[in-house]
C-alpha cells in the first residue's frame, strides 16, 4: 500500500511561485506514474500533470503549461510540482496521485492519492 503526503500550499498574490511536495511511502516509488490534480470549489477534479516513471517525461493540461514543471526524486520517494506565475485561477485543493499504469490522465485510474493540499492566490 502506498501513502502519499502532499505539503508546500500556503496563500500567495498573482505572479508569485509555490513549490508542492509529495513523499512516498510504502511501495517502489520509481515504477509509479504520479500525476498531480486540482480542485475548486464546486468543481470537478482537474488533471494538472504527469510524470513518468524513472524520470521519464513529463506533460501537462494546457492551463498550465509553460508555468508549472513536475520533478522527481525516486530516491527521495518525492515529487514536485513546481508553479510559477500563479494565477487567482490556480486557486484550489491540490492533490498528489500515484497509478501502476504507465500513462494516464483519468483520475479513475489512480490508485493512491494524498489528502491534499490548498493553494490560494490572491489577485
Known amino acids: 500500500q502506498v501513502q502519499l503526503v502532499e505539503s508546500g500550499g500556503g496563500s500567495v498574490q498573482a505572479g508569485d511561485s509555490l513549490r508542492l511536495s509529495c513523499a512516498a511511502s510504502?511501495?517502489?516509488?520509481?515504477?509509479?506514474?504520479i500525476a498531480w490534480f486540482r480542485q475548486s470549489p464546486g468543481e470537478d477534479r482537474e488533471f494538472v500533470g504527469c510524470?513518468?516513471?524513472?524520470?521519464?517525461?513529463?506533460y501537462y493540461a494546457n492551463s498550465v503549461k509553460g508555468r508549472f514543471t513536475i520533478s522527481r526524486k525516486d530516491a527521495n520517494s518525492t515529487a514536485y510540482l513546481q508553479m510559477s506565475s500563479l494565477k487567482p485561477e490556480d486557486t484550489a485543493v491540490y492533490f498528489c496521485?500515484?497509478?501502476?499504469?504507465?500513462?494516464?490522465?483519468?483520475?479513475?485510474?489512480?490508485?493512491?492519492w494524498g489528502q491534499g493540499t490548498q493553494v490560494s492566490v490572491s489577485s
Open positions: 496521485a500515484a497509478s501502476t499504469r504507465y500513462y494516464t490522465y483519468t483520475s479513475d485510474h489512480y490508485e493512491y
Open positions: 510504502g511501495g517502489t516509488f520509481s515504477t509509479l506514474l
Open positions: 510524470i513518468l516513471r524513472s524520470g521519464g517525461s513529463a
